[in-house]
């Protein structure tokens, strides 16, 4: 079978992390990827899905075109490759634009699936056309809604009257895997970090939405209780005011801007505790990951992260504040045995819930219905 996948910009993010990463399990199923960039450019990762073998075509597309005439021309042309290169399923993760390659598809004759990879709402004044895309979509048009994780599957059919099937976001477990027998240390010397030291790490772009402000405010109540150090991995539009307020909090020396990292793992070995205060997330992938590490979290009580802590045994779920992310810090700092404990736990829940091989068979199931 072959399989559309229709993203915006193919970028460094969960989504594309996935579907990389699971490119062979879905080979051996049957299934041949391609993916559409429909964003200004390409997008940085587009390598990563050419080593895993998915083809890209790359067919820009903006909704703010006057003429509706450019819309017609490119689903048109969108229409014959559906054709001529018998795609069997179209696969939808750019939100804004589903409705218009869902009737595409359905003219083809194809199956269409669509996957919401957030919790995002639409105004008041807006709703009602949110509303309408996904309920014609699924009455006229065929198609199905497969959402990532609770928070996300509740939010579709609570907020927009949505159904769909959950899938839950998975992870690679040869990629992500706790640490060999003095991998740590070594990992520590490679890195220039002392081997008794303390380290806090967080993966993800740099936006208002990830708030890794928090973090940082959060870091000299920590420093009165005991040196620690701030791994920063990723980038993005917030970047440098966070560096500007590491400054401004006395924190510099104490945090290490490390940019997007291919080699994600081999920072988060070398971390003992892993933070994430977004204000929301879909599913986080970068939390999903550290914890397959063996690293407990400090999550805030937000959509997307809510659905990885349950009970505090894996990690600590907390309301957004940065002194009580400083006060769950310095209980770690203070407790050692707690760090393994709840990492051994956290390790064992994304095993259970986050299994890349479940999850492929449940979308290749989906995909063959």
Excluded at 154 to 174: F, G, M, Q, R, V
Excluded at 204 to 210: A, L, N, R
Aim: overall charge positive; some cysteine; proline content about 5%.
């Amino acid at each position: 079978m072959h399989i559309l996948h229709i993203f915006n910009e193919i970028n460094f993010s969960g989504a594309e992390t996935m579907y990389a990463n699971a490119a062979p399990l879905f080979g051996e199923k049957g299934f041949k990827m391609t993916a559409v960039s429909t964003g200004k450019t390409r997008g940085n990762f587009v390598h990563r899905f050419e080593e895993a073998g998915i083809d890209i075509i790359h067919r820009p597309l903006s909704l703010g075109y006057k003429s509706p005439f450019v819309l017609l021309r490119y689903f048109r042309q969108m229409y014959k490759y559906i054709k001529k290169e018998r795609v069997d399923v179209v696969h939808i993760h750019r939100p804004d634009i589903f409705w218009y390659y869902a009737v595409c598809a359905f003219l083809a004759g194809k199956k269409t699936i669509v996957t919401p990879h957030n919790v995002f709402k639409n105004r008041k004044i807006t709703w009602p056309k949110a509303y309408l895309e996904r309920m014609t979509a699924r009455r006229f048009f065929k198609t199905t809604f497969q959402t990532i994780g609770e928070s996300v599957y509740n939010n579709e059919l609570i907020y927009y009257k949505n159904p769909s099937i959950k899938i839950n976001n998975w992870y690679d477990a040869s990629r992500f895997f706790p640490p060999h027998e003095n991998e740590r240390t070594s990992v520590r010397a490679e890195l220039g970090i002392h081997p008794d030291e303390f380290v806090i790490i967080s993966v993800g772009s740099c936006s208002p939405v990830k708030n890794h402000a928090d973090i940082l405010t959060a870091l000299p109540i920590v420093q009165k209780n005991m040196p620690c150090l701030y791994l920063h991995l990723g980038s993005g539009s917030s970047e440098e005011e966070e560096k500007k307020k590491a400054i401004t909090t006395g924190q510099q020396t104490h945090v290490r801007f490390l940019g997007n990292q291919m080699d994600v793992r081999k920072y988060l070995v070398a971390a003992d505790i892993f933070i994430m205060p977004s204000r929301f997330e879909g599913l986080s992938i970068a939390a999903i990951e550290a914890m397959a590490c063996g690293l407990p979290g400090i999550l805030y009580n937000a959509p997307g992260l809510v659905d990885l802590i349950k009970n505090n045994d894996n990690g600590f779920l907390i309301n957004p504040s940065p002194e009580l992310m400083a006060e769950k810090i310095i209980f770690f700092q203070n407790n050692r045995a707690v760090i393994r404990e709840k990492g051994n736990n956290a390790l064992r829940f994304v095993n259970e819930n986050f299994n890349m091989p479940k999850s492929v068979c449940m979308i290749s199931e989906l995909y063959r219905k």
